[in-house]
């Protein structure tokens, strides 16, 4: 299954890009900031990301919101929310981390979600970013990913691929 992968960002180089969005991110965050992941690719990179903030002294709210718009295909598709945040952000910074930016249309929807529930203030911080034109950016970028479609760490193919520690791609 994995055999057809190409290595794109080894592992090492993951734990480089996510210490450097957390040394980023350490000095903006306030100290009610409630870190949201979007589920469920996100995981790994927020597991990844609150454990470096948390070396830095920056212990986050932790919550969740589970959003699905590719289900088992490689476009995006119909945005279901799946489920939703456990706690109040009203007045609250919010940090949301994903594993990738592609569309915009997940993260545009979890920003106006968490604005609508009175978050003070959204900032966005993903693993990878793909080039492409949208009405959303992200705040914090681990790295610049080329237009291909991408496994691991997250990313999956199907539900497949999530458990590499490394970030390839499949075409
Ligand atoms: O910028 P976009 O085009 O919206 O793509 C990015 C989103 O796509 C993936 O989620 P997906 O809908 O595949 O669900 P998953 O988290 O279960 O993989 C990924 O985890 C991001 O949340
Ligand atoms: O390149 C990708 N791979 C896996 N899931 C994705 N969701 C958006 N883009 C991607």
């Given at each position: ?44 990179f ?19 919101l ?12 119909e ?14 910074q ?28 959204v ?22 990913a080329?237009?291909?479609y991408?496994?691991g760490y ?10 590499l ?7």
């Amino acid at each position: 299954m994995t055999a057809a992968t190409t290595v794109l960002l080894s592992e090492a180089e993951i734990a480089a890009c996510v210490a450097r969005v957390a040394e980023t991110l350490a000095p903006r965050l306030q100290p009610d900031c409630v870190g949201i992941c979007l589920l469920t690719g996100g995981l790994w990179f927020t597991a990844d990301l609150t454990r470096a903030l948390a070396r830095l002294g920056v212990d986050l709210s932790f919550d969740a919101l589970w959003l699905s718009s590719y289900g088992d295909g490689r476009e995006s598709g119909e945005l279901l929310l799946r489920a939703d945040l456990q706690r109040p952000v009203q007045g609250k910074q919010v940090l949301l981390m994903d594993d990738v930016l592609d569309t915009g249309a997940s993260l545009k929807f979890a920003r106006d979600h968490v604005l609508r529930a009175g978050a003070s203030e959204v900032i966005i911080a993903v693993m990878a970013q793909k080039p492409v034109a949208r009405s959303i950016e992200a705040d914090v970028v681990g790295w610049e990913a080329p237009l291909r479609y991408l496994v691991g760490y997250g990313l999956d193919d199907g539900a497949k691929m999530r458990g590499l520690p490394y970030i390839g791609a499949l075409d």
